[in-house]
């Protein structure tokens, strides 16, 4: 393990602190409630989590369970959380938040995105990148000496062309399982990502088509492709995912970096690409890649109604010319 320098760790103290009372911790209320911050902690965990058990809220905010009973009985008496039948242990109950809760939830969360929007808008997007992977690790590192548990360090994120054995049913569940939380796409998605990436996949014998993947070991974290039998000599873009445990480790940027050379150097008019609104940190990336929107349309091929985009990149070559 190694060792870590006084310096480093006084700058990582000092980070921790201003961290801290900037965040609004050192107050006796936060984020805009009426409560304190292991109330808005509770709170926030049980809206990811649908319901806890206040055993496992003790382990979860590694408070005593003391200390843990006074929040929960004040938080049922303010109306905000609620106990339910266990269905898995007749022994214990489980909470939840009430339809109060919710709406709590819902402030708090405005507020927090709110205040961390604000304060990354004054990051480049390198810089955004190396918070979100920084703060994550030392986190999880904390997280790990709280409860004894060695923790190796993770496998560097590798960048992968071409296919492999299971990529097609890999791409498929990433963006199953991610736009189902997200925009509760469901059978009708899944089915239409299945068989275009089929059919992409049996065209690669063709030099202007291509895939590539992040790889985290020999596990499939992220993918993306270009499809270079656009109309008009135009590449189109595809299967840009990235599974939970990718995010925030600059595996999205580097894909689309190679995408985008591999584009380039094909001499393609333009690379174009379907999204649709709401994905901020994917608009982000396509943007800061020299992605414009130009055209919107409302849709329902994803299984649900939104708001298609097509984002376009001008090959900087024709552009010249």
Not at 10 to 30: C, D, I
Not at 81 to 86: F, P, Q, Y
Request: net charge negative; hydrophobic share 40%; charged share 25%.
């Amino acid at each position: 393990m190694p060792h870590s320098p006084p310096d480093l760790i006084n700058q990582v103290r000092s980070a921790s602190r201003l961290m801290v009372r900037e965040l609004g911790f050192m107050q006796a209320t936060l984020a805009a409630t009426d409560y304190p911050p292991s109330s808005v902690h509770t709170i926030v965990e049980m809206g990811e989590r649908s319901s806890l058990t206040a055993v496992e809220l003790v382990e979860l905010l590694g408070l005593e369970k003391s200390s843990v009973s006074r929040m929960v009985r004040k938080l049922i008496e303010a109306g905000e959380i609620e106990e339910v039948l266990n269905e898995e242990d007749a022994r214990s109950k489980k909470l939840r938040l009430t339809a109060k809760g919710m709406e709590t939830l819902r402030a708090i969360n405005s507020f927090a995105s709110e205040q961390v929007s604000a304060a990354m808008s004054h990051l480049t997007s390198e810089q955004q990148q190396a918070v979100s992977e920084g703060i994550a690790n030392y986190a999880a590192a904390l997280h790990a000496h709280r409860l004894g548990i060695a923790q190796p360090p993770s496998a560097p994120l590798n960048i992968a062309r071409g296919y492999r054995p299971g990529i097609i049913g890999r791409i498929v569940q990433m963006h199953a399982d991610y736009y189902a939380r997200l925009a509760n796409f469901g059978q009708p998605f899944e089915s239409l990502v299945a068989a275009d990436m089929a059919e992409l996949m049996g065209r690669l014998d063709n030099p202007r088509n291509e895939v590539w993947v992040a790889l985290e070991g020999q596990r499939i974290v992220g993918s993306i492709a270009i499809d270079g039998e656009g109309e008009g000599g135009e590449a189109i873009l595809r299967c840009f995912i990235l599974d939970d445990s990718a995010r925030g480790k600059g595996a999205g940027k580097r894909l689309l970096a190679q995408a985008i050379n591999f584009c380039d150097e094909h001499g393609f008019c333009a690379t174009r690409l379907w999204t649709f609104k709401g994905l901020d940190v994917a608009r982000k990336l396509y943007e800061d890649a020299g992605f414009k929107l130009e055209q919107e349309q409302d849709g329902e091929q994803w299984g649900a109604r939104v708001t298609e985009q097509c984002y376009v990149r001008r090959c900087p070559v024709a552009v010249q010319a």
